[in-house]
């Protein structure tokens, strides 16, 4: 989704986003129900189960993956392989990956769609231009993806700058 401003090659060299600090377990992809049942099956991974408003959702267990109890210690998504990056088909990728570093958010009654700030390779695209590909259409796949899942919706953080607002309810 992010083809027009980062490059595959780049995105895969790094890999920044593809593993997690345990002070950060919040950034975990979330996963629909249906894809976490198909993944518990097929590939043996524990997720932790929630729900938020009816819809069920998983995201990876990683606890368990940490060695120490340093809040900057970081593990690699269980399903990155060292040589052949992420091994999830396009169906089971999350929406979270598809879009990041882009995040939606809920930033008091308005949903925003927000850049993380973290991102090695973002960082040296104009933020401009990541207006620019937000307003282009990417941001309604983004809103209206959100509208059929809204686990995927995070509440904002300070120091993401902001591309995209919309009335988002309470």
């Known amino acids: 989704m992010l083809s027009k401003v980062l490059e595959k090659s780049t995105c895969a060299e790094c890999r920044f986003c593809c593993s997690f600090k345990r002070g950060s377990l919040w950034e975990t992809p979330l996963f629909p129900k249906e894809t976490v049942e198909r993944l518990k099956k097929d590939r043996n991974v ?3 189960l929630d729900e938020t408003e009816g819809y069920e959702y998983g995201r990876m267990s990683l606890e368990g993956e940490y060695r120490t109890e340093d809040e900057n210690e970081e593990t690699p998504c269980m399903f990155l392989d060292g040589s052949r990056g992420c091994v999830l088909s396009d169906e089971d990728k999350p929406f979270d990956c598809k879009i ?16 993380t ?15 620019e590909l937000v307003e282009e259409g990417l941001g309604d796949t983004i809103y209206d993806y959100a509208a059929r899942h809204p686990f995927i919706i995070k509440q904002y953080r300070e120091g993401f700058p902001v591309l995209m607002r919309r009335n988002g309810g309470s």
Not at 100 to 115: C, F, N, S, T
Not at 117 to 131: F, S
Request: glycine share 2%; hydrophobic share 45%.
């Open 117 to 131: 700030p973290t991102c090695p390779a973002i960082n040296r695209v104009p933020l401009e231009r990541m207006k």
């Open 46 to 48: 524990d997720f932790v």
């Open 100 to 115: 990041w570093p882009l995040r939606i958010m809920r930033d008091g009654r308005e949903l925003v769609i927000a850049l």
